[in-house]
């Protein structure tokens, strides 16, 4: 059983959803305000954070940043519908995903297992053979999920890291956006949605140019993305 | 005397008295400096140098050209100077006062007393004075005819100094510059500042409520800065009503928010329990409850447009590329209507403009597009410049149009047409009212037609700031 700590300052619609997802197999702590939750998530060994943006004191995108400089606990935003802004500055602050708020508690829970999904370390273990990948300078190991650029470790989210796999096992050849979101995110790609874009962007700042200045991930327009070896192969 | 009213009134006072005071002072110096000369040598020696004149004018020109010269002299001096023949009469026929004739007569008398013309040279160590006199009152001879040449002190009047434009021009540029100088810095006194509340009037009519006045009046103090720090409060008020009005219209959609998280969390609840029973109502609420955050989320991006439109940050934005973002996106969702949206052409070009509300804007067209166009048909978007550096970007979609009548109003929020199938469908809501506020911030302008052949189109133009064409 999953273990999810809720952060929301709405205390009804926190019980509602504790109720809700309990009876989806659950198990659901509740946090009332920021603090509390970034305290909760230090002491216990969470699977998932669900962070609403909206927080009296500190704000979900507070919490991220201070959760992000110790942990790399995957984070579900709840961000205001149609404040484009909000997904931006969470995905680019190291959240795995992002849902607008108000939204079906099924396409929450459907959110929420895409992102177990892939970080379900456990799982992983027990069925993908221990391998890792070597390319250029960048080194991934899918036991351990970390990646080294130059024997120097790059923090990754989960998410940023399902996107590198994927591109990695690819690299060379174009990888199509459905594909890599669907790989990456555990979901449909919709339209209107960027946030693939922007995992990618941040992938680029975290890992920096190939050696001669040549920027990994390439984007191929109307298709997807290829992440680019160095010439000398 | 800081009130308008007596700045116009003691300016417009003092003005005519300085101009009344100058011309009485320089016309009655003038007056007294000329009688002066009656008692100086200097009109001596003045009225030498005309008589003298007038017999070298006398033996050249004749009595026709000592007129004129007589004439002119009259105009050139403000003292008349009379040419008195033997009978008495004056050569332009001025009348001669009866005092004249009669210092004339004693003078005949008197020089034909002491000696001849003639005796002229052995008098010649006679009293000087003598002399003088002598040679003053020498007689012009005309025609063998003796004139002479008599001031007639007397007679300067005040008209007469007015009438001599060489007298009176002096004073009169005088007067023309002082009273013009004092008249054109009154006037622009009171129109500077009537010009700059001008300005901010129209700013406000044209919906810039940050605008203030009263700052640029300085350290005036009169009715115009009253005017002016009045028009600030008002416009200070106006902003706050306004943006309170907004506020709330923001805030409610807001609040409006939460219970509706809550209303989709119960309704799960709610499906999970009903076991079958209610699928129907229940999926019907959640149909509702979807349209009711779609609405919330269209009007706080519209109240977000409204209010804080300050924050709002440009960049450069390349706008074909932004364009074939919005399209590429927008064929995911037509494609599952068994719908196409294609972008024809492309003109790089850079615009300033926020990426964010700008493609939302777009977008909202080109939804709105795929909406009404008819299955197996395509929205079709093109890019084209216009003469006055705009670009032009037309949304063309195959649906059923729009009344004539509508065209304008489709911009409105909530508008709705009086086709059935509009009725159905719930109305062009909010999406084109979002993207009219969104061009217009970006000093564009957003405008729909009636295609010739089928449907509508949307015409958006933006300015540029640079084209590849």
């Known amino acids: 059983m999953n273990r999810i700590l809720l952060a929301d300052d709405d205390i009804e619609l926190s019980d509602l959803l504790v109720e809700y997802l309990t009876g989806e197999d659950f198990v659901v702590d509740a946090a009332y305000d920021g603090k509390t939750a970034l305290q909760l998530a230090s002491a216990n060994q969470y699977d998932l954070l669900i962070l609403d943006v909206m927080m009296p004191h500190l704000n979900g995108f507070d919490v991220l940043r201070e959760l992000r400089s110790t942990s790399s606990l995957p984070v579900l935003m709840l961000t205001a519908r149609g404040d484009d802004v909000d997904n931006v500055v969470g995905l680019e602050l190291g959240a795995d995903d992002y849902l607008a708020k108000p939204c079906s508690p099924r396409v929450l829970v459907a959110h929420i297992r895409a992102i177990l999904r892939r970080t379900d370390t456990t799982n992983t273990k027990q069925h993908q053979p221990s391998r890792s990948i070597e390319l250029d300078d960048i080194v991934l190991d899918n036991q351990s999920r970390q990646v080294t650029v130059n024997n120097k470790l790059v923090m990754l989210t989960s998410t940023e890291y399902q996107v590198l796999e994927y591109l990695l096992e690819h690299a060379g050849s174009i990888v199509n956006k459905e594909a890599l979101y669907e790989y990456a995110l555990g979901r449909k790609i919709s339209p209107y949605d960027r946030s693939l874009d922007m995992h990618v962007s941040n992938l680029r700042k975290k890992l920096g140019p190939l050696s001669n200045e040549i920027e990994r991930i390439k984007t191929i327009r109307k298709v997807g993305y290829q992440y680019v070896r160095s010439t000398h192969e | ?469």
């Open chain 2, 1 to 469: 005397m800081n009130s308008l009213f007596w700045k116009i009134f003691i300016t417009f006072w003092f003005a005519l008295l300085l101009f009344t005071a100058l011309s009485l002072t320089y016309t009655s110096h003038y007056l007294k400096k000329t009688r002066s000369e009656i008692d100086t040598s200097q009109p001596r020696i003045h009225l030498q140098n005309h008589i003298a004149e007038a017999s070298r004018i006398a033996q050249s020109q004749g009595i026709d050209g000592v007129r004129k010269w007589l004439i002119k002299l009259d105009n050139e001096v403000a003292v008349p100077h009379l040419l008195i023949d033997e009978n008495g009469k004056d050569l332009l026929n001025r009348e001669v006062p009866n005092r004249i004739i009669r210092r004339i007569n004693r003078r005949n008398a008197r020089y034909d007393y002491f000696s001849d013309d003639n005796d002229q040279a052995e008098n010649s160590n006679h009293d000087d004075h003598e002399h003088k006199r002598r040679t003053r009152h020498r007689p012009i001879i005309i025609d063998q005819m003796r004139y002479r040449l008599v001031p007639d002190h007397r007679s300067i009047t005040l008209d007469r100094v007015l009438n001599r434009p060489k007298v009176i021009t002096i004073p009169l540029i005088v007067a023309t510059l002082i009273s013009g100088i004092i008249c054109f810095l009154l006037a622009r006194y009171l129109t500077s500042p009537l010009s700059r509340l001008r300005a901010a009037t129209s700013a406000m009519a044209k919906g810039n409520l940050d605008y203030r006045v009263a700052h640029t009046m300085g350290k005036r103090k009169d009715e115009i800065v009253e005017l002016a720090i009045d028009f600030d409060n008002m416009a200070t008020q106006l902003q706050k009503l306004l943006s309170s009005h907004k506020q709330l219209l923001r805030d409610a959609s807001h609040e409006l928010r939460s219970p509706l998280a809550r209303l989709q969390v119960a309704l799960g609840l709610a499906q999970k329990k009903s076991n079958g029973k209610i699928d129907k109502e229940l999926s019907r609420i959640e149909l509702e409850t979807e349209r009711l955050n779609e609405l919330i989320g269209q009007l706080l991006s519209l109240a977000r447009l409204e209010t804080n439109t300050s924050e709002i940050q440009f960049e450069k934005i390349n706008l074909a590329t932004l364009l074939t973002e919005v399209v590429d996106d927008a064929q995911y969702e037509a494609v599952s209507k068994q719908k196409q949206v294609n972008l024809k052409n492309k003109v790089e070009c850079q615009i300033k403009g926020n990426p964010m509300l700008l493609k939302s804007a777009i977008e909202n067209v080109i939804r709105n597009a795929i909406r009404y166009t008819e299955e197996n048909t395509s929205v079709d978007i093109t890019m084209q410049t216009t003469d006055n550096n705009q670009m032009l970007i037309q949304i063309k979609d195959h649906g059923p149009g729009i009344e004539e009548n509508m065209i304008d109003k489709i911009f409105e929020p909530f508008v709705r047409t009086s086709s059935a199938r509009d009725r159905q469908s719930g109305g062009y809501g909010l999406g084109l009212t979002i993207a009219k506020r969104a061009i217009s911030l970006h000093k564009g302008e957003i405008t729909a037609k009636n295609n010739t052949q089928s449907g509508m189109s949307v015409l958006i133009q933006l300015p540029y700031m640079e084209a590849n064409i």
